[in-house]
């Protein structure tokens, strides 16, 4: 059975660095796309960034850009998101989420590309 598993949440104050990760477990599962998500409190789930598997053209929300990197390790099947330069707009719960088999890179930003997610792991941060 597939598993992500975020780590990393915590509280910041604004202007901080966090990093996420996550791992993902069970059996030979290589993600083709693996993404970040985060959802704030009474807002709708939205997209942070994806990677694909060969790394290249990561996708990012405008909102992260220039603050947030994603990064995988494929021989560890993980996906981390450095998060410099917080917010407090940046508040909100992060979900890992990945997809097994190809798409465009016109679809990562939609929830309903993704076949798995994580948990979700909170990110706070203070003004």
């Known amino acids: 059975q597939v598993q992500l598993v975020e780590s990393g949440g915590g509280l910041v104050q604004a202007g901080g660095s966090l990093r996420l990760s996550c791992a993902v477990s069970?059996?030979?599962?290589?993600?083709?796309?693996m993404a970040w998500f985060r959802q704030a409190p009474g807002k709708e789930r939205e997209f942070v960034a994806a990677l694909s598997r060969s790394g290249s053209s990561p996708a990012y929300d405008d909102s992260v850009k220039g603050r947030f990197t994603i990064f995988r390790e494929n021989a560890k099947n993980t996906v981390s998101l450095q998060m410099n330069s917080l917010k407090p707009e940046d508040t909100a719960v992060y979900y890992c989420a990945a997809r097994s088999t190809y798409t465009s890179a016109s679809a990562y930003s939609s929830t309903r590309t993704y076949n798995y997610w994580g948990q979700g792991t909170q990110v706070t941060v203070s003004s």
């Open positions: 069970g059996g030979t599962f290589s993600p083709y796309v």
